[in-house]
């Protein structure tokens, strides 16, 4: 069986045995076909490790079968694994605002997406982040999201909590990726690599401030790249 999990680089196990164990046993069996098709195109991309791990988009399908949302909202796309699973889990009648300046990656899913019959549930916004969210803020009520999930860059995490603890009503979720940065977050700095230390010291800022947020009850996942969970209170 060739497996498709890329490299041991792409999660925080340090054992390849064991996460290659729980793939197998637990993510894979149960992964629609539809979201293996797209890690078989991400895994040719040149920036395949940005690609949400399996093993957290499993944890995300559940969370949303949980809180059952009607319409949602994600920052950062690429080429599409968590906003499929996103479409493919909610009921036919959501929403979903995808956010992302990268239109090109995008595309890459859209013949999977028509495929699944989900593309009416999607509307996807080519921006960045930012100037899209103020935009909603500017024009849509206020507390218009159950759940939303961020994975772009790390560098503006912060103002995107800011702007979503206004969007996101009260019993909502917030989602980050990320938010371990490979493991180096617990490094000292001089083990780290050069390319890691800049969105390194974001997250780790970032991490503090969300810590000590008392809009959010919060848990910290180490499954993945680290994903944070929010609930909005």
């Not at 559940?62 to 889990?89: C, D, Q, R, S, W």
Request: hydrophobic share 40%; glycine share 4%; proline share 5%.
């Amino acid at each position: 069986m060739v497996s498709l999990s890329n490299s041991i680089s792409k999660g925080l196990l340090h054992s390849p045995e064991l996460r290659e164990y729980m793939l197998q046993t637990f993510v894979y069996p149960r992964e629609p076909e539809f979201l293996k098709e797209i890690r078989l195109i991400t895994s040719n991309h040149p920036r395949c490790l940005i690609e949400t791990a399996p093993e957290a988009g499993q944890l995300i399908a559940l969370l949303l079968k949980l809180t059952n949302p009607k319409k949602t909202i994600e920052i950062g796309v690429f080429t599409g694994y968590p906003l499929v699973l996103t479409a493919l889990t909610i009921p036919d009648d959501c929403k979903i605002i995808a956010i992302d300046l990268d239109r090109d990656a995008y595309e890459m899913e859209l013949p999977i997406i028509k495929k699944a019959y989900i593309e009416h549930k999607i509307n996807f916004i080519k921006s960045s982040a930012l100037s899209a969210l103020d935009e909603l803020l500017n024009e849509v009520s206020k507390r218009i999201f159950d759940f939303a999930f961020i994975d772009t860059d790390r560098v503006s995490y912060q103002k995107y909590h800011e702007r979503l603890l206004e969007l996101v009503k009260v019993g909502g979720i917030i989602v980050y990726d990320n938010t371990l940065w490979f493991g180096t977050v617990a490094m000292p700095e001089e083990c780290v690599k050069e390319t890691m230390k800049p969105n390194r010291q974001h997250i780790i800022e970032f991490n503090k401030f969300l810590a000590s947020d008392t809009h959010v009850k919060i848990s910290q996942v180490p499954i993945g790249d680290g994903i944070t969970i929010c609930w909005q209170l």
